[in-house]
Nanobody, 128 residues
Framework: QLQLVESGGGLVPPGATLRLSCTAS????????IGWFRQAPGKEREGVSC????????YYGDSVKGRFTISRDNAKNTIYLHMTSLKPEDTAVYYC?????????????????????WGQGTQVTVSA
């Protein structure tokens, strides 16, 4: 059974750092595009960062560029999202997703509809 499990969320003050993890079971991430999406109350799910495992290409949304870093550990079948300089507007439920890669990693990341498999989400709250 294909499964994605996120962890690492929490309540942190502005300026803090968090690392989210997404571990896959039932499939190998090597052949998929993996994305981190987030959804705040009343807002649409947005692509935060994506990585195409086959060539390591990455994409970052404008709001997180320079602050967030996506990385992978193939041996652990795990993708990470390292988040620094967190802001209150980063508050959301963060989801990990996997999908068959197509086009560029940016093409994939522009819409959550391009991903077939989802984790349950982890809450990130940035507040003083």
């Amino acid at each position: 059974q294909l499964q994605l499990v996120e962890s690492g969320g929490g309540l942190v003050p502005p300026g803090a750092t968090l690392r989210l993890s997404c571990t896959a079971s039932g499939f190998t991430m090597d052949y998929y595009g993996i994305g981190w999406f987030r959804q705040a109350p009343g807002k649409e799910r947005e692509g935060v960062s994506c990585i195409r495992s086959s060539d390591g290409s990455t994409y970052y949304g404008d709001s997180v560029k320079g602050r967030f870093t996506i990385s992978r550990d193939n041996a652990k079948n795990t993708i990470y999202l390292h988040m620094t300089s967190l802001k209150p507007e980063d508050t959301a439920v963060y989801y990990c997703a996997a999908g068959s890669p197509f086009g560029t990693v940016q093409n994939m990341c522009v819409s959550y509809r391009n991903f077939d498999y989802w984790g349950q989400g982890t809450q990130v709250t940035v507040s003083a």
